[in-house]
């Protein structure tokens, strides 16, 4: 079995910095795409960031020059460093990735969420 478990969220004030895991385990022969999306309760998913297999990242405009996107292909990990948080970055934090199994399956997976909560 193929999964993803993720770790580092929490409570922060703003300003401060988090920095978000995310680590597949099992039978894996290969990792594509890895990215980073956050959820509002009553609010659509949406997209944080995006890194390649070869390193290429992408961001939304609302967290560019303060999130950084980086991954560990030995460690089949993914990694949220996020700076400069603001109230509005306060969401249930996934990690999304694109992974072949050794019996040459892809599967998109999902990981569980993590709270990030920024308050004073």
């Known amino acids: 079995q193929v999964q993803l478990v993720e770790s580092g969220g929490g409570l922060v004030q703003p300003g401060g910095s988090l920095r978000l895991s995310c680590a597949a385990s099992?039978?894996?022969?290969?990792?594509?795409?890895m990215a980073w999306y956050r959820q509002i309760p009553g609010k659509q998913r949406e997209l944080v960031a995006t890194?390649?297999?070869?390193?290429?990242?992408n961001y939304a405009d609302s967290v560019k020059g303060r999130f950084t996107i980086s991954r560990d292909n030995a460690k089949n990990t993914v990694y949220l460093q996020m700076n400069s948080l603001k109230p509005e970055d306060t969401a249930v934090y996934y990690c999304?990735?694109?992974?072949?199994?050794?019996?040459?399956?892809?599967?998109?997976?999902w990981g569980q969420g993590t709270l990030v909560t920024v308050s004073s």
């Open positions: 099992g039978s894996i022969s290969s990792i594509h795409a």
């Open positions: 999304n990735a694109g992974v072949v199994s050794t019996a040459y399956r892809y599967l998109d997976l």
């Open positions: 890194i390649t297999s070869g390193g290429t990242t």
